[in-house]
């Protein structure tokens, strides 16, 4: 008899996908209380594009009961291997076993979810001598990371804001006009965004003309610094 996990992926291989045996196969796989079969359910769900957020959100309740609060990230990295390309999908904090398959499969910062590729890009700024700190995932004011960094006489502020965008998703110049705007605002010595994609001509402009205060990472930029710092 298929696993649940298997009856998933049976399930999201037909045209039309029969909602009923899908939860019917979710509620298996809890039932059973297989953490591993469960990550490996949650992964195909998210793979698939047309299913929504209720059998995801489900397996995401049942993992979040279950997981626990320490860090594992051994265990906590999900890799699924289909023709030969390994797809993180899943993970609860950054471990350089994360950062390895990023720098090895650069395609991979897609599948990221938003708030670990914050951490991604925290890590980064760790690595690079900045004391980074997370903002509230909510009412962040246009700045996900704010970083101190004590240079002699003086002490550095950086606010960064990272977009996690599909491959055919640039960022506009709104993102980068917003940090140069938190600038004043926080009274920032420098800004930066950070993106898995790539940029549009009118950001690039508006960081070039400030060059001396902002800076851009597009997707080969920060693969490159994780590279970097990373040694690989």
């Known amino acids: 008899m ?10 999201l291989s037909r045209p039309r996908v ?6 019917a196969a979710i509620e298996e796989v809890k039932h059973r209380g297989d953490l591993t079969e469960a990550r490996l359910a949650l992964a195909t769900l998210r793979r698939d594009g047309r299913i929504t957020s209720g059998p995801v959100n489900s397996l995401v309740v049942f993992l979040q009961d279950k997981t626990p609060k320490e860090k594992t990230p051994a265990e906590d990295v999900v890799i699924f291997d289909r023709e030969r390309a ?17 720098a090895k499969f650069p395609e991979e910062r897609f599948r990221l979810d938003h708030h670990l590729f914050e951490e991604t890009v925290a ?10 700190h997370l903002t509230p995932r909510t009412g962040d004011q246009g700045r996900d990371i704010i970083a101190t960094r004590r240079v002699e006489p ?5 606010l960064v804001e990272c977009k996690r965008y599909s491959k055919h998703r640039p960022v506009a ?12 605002v926080d009274r920032a010595n420098m800004g930066m965004v950070v993106t898995t994609s790539r940029f549009w001509p009118s950001a690039q402009q508006v960081a070039t003309e400030r060059s001396y205060q902002m800076s851009l990472k597009d997707g ?3 693969i490159a ?3 970097r710092l990373t040694d690989l």
Do not use: F
Not at 2 to 11: A, M, T
Not at 173 to 184: C, F, G, K
């Open 86 to 102: 390994l797809c993180v999908e899943m993970c609860s904090g950054v471990s350089e076993e994360l950062l390895a398959h990023l």
């Open 123 to 132: 890590e980064m700024l760790a690595r690079d001598g900045w004391e980074p």
């Open 220 to 222: 080969e930029d920060y």
């Open 18 to 23: 029969h909602l009923k045996g899908l939860y």
């Open 2 to 11: 298929p696993s649940g996990r298997e009856r998933i992926d049976l399930l």
């Open 154 to 158: 003086v002490s550095l502020l950086l």
């Open 173 to 184: 110049a709104e993102p980068v006009t917003r940090i140069l705007y938190r600038l004043n």
């Open 225 to 227: 610094w994780i590279r």
